[in-house]
């Protein structure tokens, strides 16, 4: 089966549609070979590949058969007598095989004696070793009884019977014999012997810690830095440097931290908090300058007499600092007054920061910093619950200011309006000292988009309101007194009927003054909008975020919202400039009825109605130029006048094509009477009556394009101006050559 596998097939042709090597897989199945390939073929192709590829074979066949013709025909010739050799073959084979079974069966047998042999060594060695530590033990422990004796029976006297506290020295010489003590202790748990020496050691242990916790009393009480040096290095010797700070925590820190923080003293003092850090920052240098000069945690320390491994501040200081904030002073971490609050945390985390330079090294500020009572410490301040609080009170404010709607702003306040007044005054309310705390730094973030995009949403609901034409109700109106009037605001829900509900109350109107004074705000608040980065970016240099076209970026696309509104809120105030303008501009309506059949005098200046529609142009100019960009001005003149100045050339159009309609048809009433006068000529034989009307018009027209220019536009700005220009000026040419 192996041959016929690694048989090589003769190849055929590139285009079969089957693979050679299929046939030589050992799942070779004839069904999913022929369902495979009807998959890409028709079953006639098949067919004819396999027909194909079987002639290949056989002639390949026949090919192998005429190459090895002598093998094939001597194969049963060779095969005669292979049975007897195989026969003759079988017995050595079989004796072999039984030799070989009992060689195999003897060095078994050598292999398991000596594994045997090697385990009871090894066994032996252990017992060995296990007794070897074992009198080590007794050793140990009566040499350190020995020592303990000897001093004991020198210091007996002058003790007068009291537990007697060990020299420095023989504490490191029972240290060192107590550690190697312990180690062979331990390498022998379970053994009984080491149960019976179990009180003794005990006993060791009791003394040796007694004795170490006196000495170092003592050296911190006598500020003996050889004792304490020697203290802290017995301490490490014996693998029990947090027992040492933690005595230092309860006997040196916490009366200390007891006696300075007292909620009372904090409480009725003004400034009793900043004291009561002060104090507890004056504890290091007062009363661990020792123990940091010995641990090498001072400026002075000599490195080659320094203990290392402790840290007294972060095990022992700190610890006891938190603890009697937590537990001795609560009201440090209520949220309830955020101002209060805020001028707490601020001080206890400058407090922690003096305290963090204190440590004298990275690697302490790090261990300082990753110590669970650290956390503790951070974790007690509710953060959520202070911007909550903040939250309210700025979300409370905005949106009192934006439901009042149009109400003027302050007095003094840079805006007009009081909505824009209080976004702009919360958003510096946001990044203040007195709000500000960097670990809400990306919640403040979020609540200034909120704060611009809730303004700017308010901005959008007011340009949904229609537009009240007061100046074309009463252009003598000023614009100052209408945005003076309390705003607008819907008719209350009794007054609509029984059947009627608040969403059919229609939108309260806004006035074109009100609207100029929202520009004006709009204005200013997206000019102030860059001066808010630059309030923001001190604040993020403090917490290390450096991605600030992250913060630009979101900063221009709220201005990019503020900039949304100003297409709606300047068709408005152009709309209704430009009605305003044109109600006036139509009074050219009545200029024919003037001069038709009255004998008038000849014009000779501009109606009084081409002031009456530039008014309120003028009002707006003289009340708001403070307050708005000469720009923004100018654009909204452009296009009302724009507007306005079309519609007034349909109308000359109209009134100039209505006068020449009737000149011609006196004119043929003239021929079909044939007299010699008409009734369009003056008396006297002066200027008709058409052409009084055209030169009003002409007048009417250039004082019109003169005040424009007196306020600052160019005439070419102003779209059918130049339409209307020629228009006239068609009518005085052919004034002209009527009179000549």
């Known amino acids: 089966m192996e041959a016929a596998r690694n048989m090589n097939l003769p190849r055929g042709p590139e285009n079969l549609c089957f693979d050679k090597d299929e046939f030589m897989r050992p799942d070779f199945d004839v069904d999913h070979f022929v369902s495979e390939c009807r998959k890409r ?105 020995k020592i303990l004796h000897s001093q004991n029976s020198k210091e007996m006297s002058s003790l007068e019977g009291s537990s007697p506290l060990l020299t420095g020295q023989i504490l490191e010489r029972i240290a060192t014999e107590f550690n190697q003590l312990q180690f062979h202790a331990v390498q022998s748990k ?138 001795k002073l609560p009201s440090l971490f209520n949220p309830g007054n955020p101002d209060v609050f805020h001028e707490k945390y601020t001080k206890s985390m400058d407090f922690v920061r003096k305290f963090e330079r204190q440590c004298g090294s990275q690697a302490s500020v790090k261990r300082l910093r990753s110590h669970p009572s650290y956390h503790s410490f951070n974790d007690k301040w509710n953060l959520p619950v202070y911007f909550q609080i903040r939250f309210r009170e700025i979300g409370g404010t905005l949106e009192a200011a934006l439901s009042n709607g149009l109400e003027e702003a302050p007095a003094g306040s840079p805006y007009c ?73 819907p008719s209350p829900v009794e007054d609509l009927g029984p059947d009627s509900s608040p969403e059919a109350q229609p939108l309260p109107s806004i006035s074109t003054a009100q609207l100029v004074l929202v520009a004006a705000d709009l204005d200013k608040l997206q000019e102030w909008l860059p001066e808010l980065l630059q309030i923001i970016k001190p604040k993020l240099e403090t917490v290390g975020f450096k991605n600030i076209a992250c913060i630009s970026g979101a900063l221009e696309d709220s201005k990019e919202s503020l900039l949304g509104c100003w297409p709606i809120l300047n068709s408005k105030i152009i709309q209704d400039l430009s009605d305003s303008c044109f109600n006036c501009l139509k009074s050219a309506l009545e200029v024919p009825r003037i001069y038709r059949r009255t004998n008038k005098e000849v014009p000779t200046k501009a109606l009084p109605y081409v002031d009456s529609a530039l008014k309120p142009f003028y009002q707006l100019k003289k009340e708001y130029k403070d307050i708005l960009k000469p720009a923004v001005i100018e654009h909204w003149f452009e296009g009302a006048l724009s507007n306005s100045t079309q519609k007034y050339f349909e109308t000359i159009s109209d009134i100039l094509n209505s006068v020449k309609k009737m000149e011609e048809s006196l004119k043929r009433l003239k021929q079909a009477r044939k007299t010699v006068t008409t009734n369009s000529t003056s008396p006297n034989g002066g200027m008709s009556d058409d052409n009084k009307i055209r030169l009003q018009l002409a007048l009417d027209i250039e004082y019109f394009g003169v005040q424009m220019q007196k306020m600052g536009l160019q005439l070419s700005n102003i779209k059918s101006f130049s339409a209307l220009s020629e228009l006239v000026q068609v009518a005085k040419d052919q004034i002209s050559v009527e009179q000549t």
């Open 417 to 489: 309006l009081l909505a824009t007044h209080v976004a702009w005054a919360s958003l510096q309310k946001c990044w203040s000292d007195q709000m500000f705390l960097p670990l809400l730094m990306h919640r403040l973030w979020k609540l200034s988009l909120q704060v611009v995009a809730r303004y700017s949403f308010f901005i959008n609901e007011l340009l949904l309101r229609p537009v009240s034409n007061e100046m074309a109700k009463d252009n003598k109106r000023s614009l100052a007194s209408i945005s003076k009037e309390p705003p607008l605001t």
């Open 190 to 327: 379970g053994m009984p012997l080491l149960d019976t020496l179990r009180p003794r050691i005990a006993g060791i242990t009791a003394m040796l810690q007694q004795s170490l916790e006196g000495l170092l009393l003592e050296g911190l009480q006598s500020s003996n830095v050889d004792i304490i040096r020697h203290c802290l290095r017995t301490y490490a010797t014996i693998d029990k440097t947090r027992d040492a700070e933690a005595l230092v925590g309860q006997v040196l820190v916490k009366p200390y931290i007891d006696e300075v923080i007292v909620e009372q003293y904090v409480q009725s003092h003004p400034n009793g908090l900043q004291t009561m850090y002060n104090k507890l920052l004056e504890f290091v240098p007062l009363h661990c300058r020792l123990l940091r000069e010995v641990t090498g945690g001072g400026i002075s320390s000599e490195k080659g007499n320094t203990v290392p491994g402790y840290d007294f501040l972060v095990n022992s200081v700190w610890p006891e600092i938190v603890r009697g904030l937590e537990e």
């Open 41 to 145: 073929v028709q079953l006639e192709e098949l067919r004819d590949d396999l027909e194909l590829y079987y002639k290949l074979l056989k002639t390949a066949m026949v090919e192998l058969i005429n190459k090895d013709y002598a093998d094939f025909v001597n194969l049963s010739t060779n095969l005669v007598g292979m049975d007897k050799a195989l026969n003759q073959l079988s017995v050595p084979l079989g004796q072999l095989r039984e030799e070989v079974m009992s060689l195999k069966s003897c060095v078994s047998e050598g292999i398991k004696a000596i594994d045997e042999r090697v385990s009871k060594q090894e066994d032996i060695r252990r017992k060995k070793m296990c007794v070897l530590r074992l009198i080590q033990v007794i050793k140990s422990v009566e040499k350190i009884e």
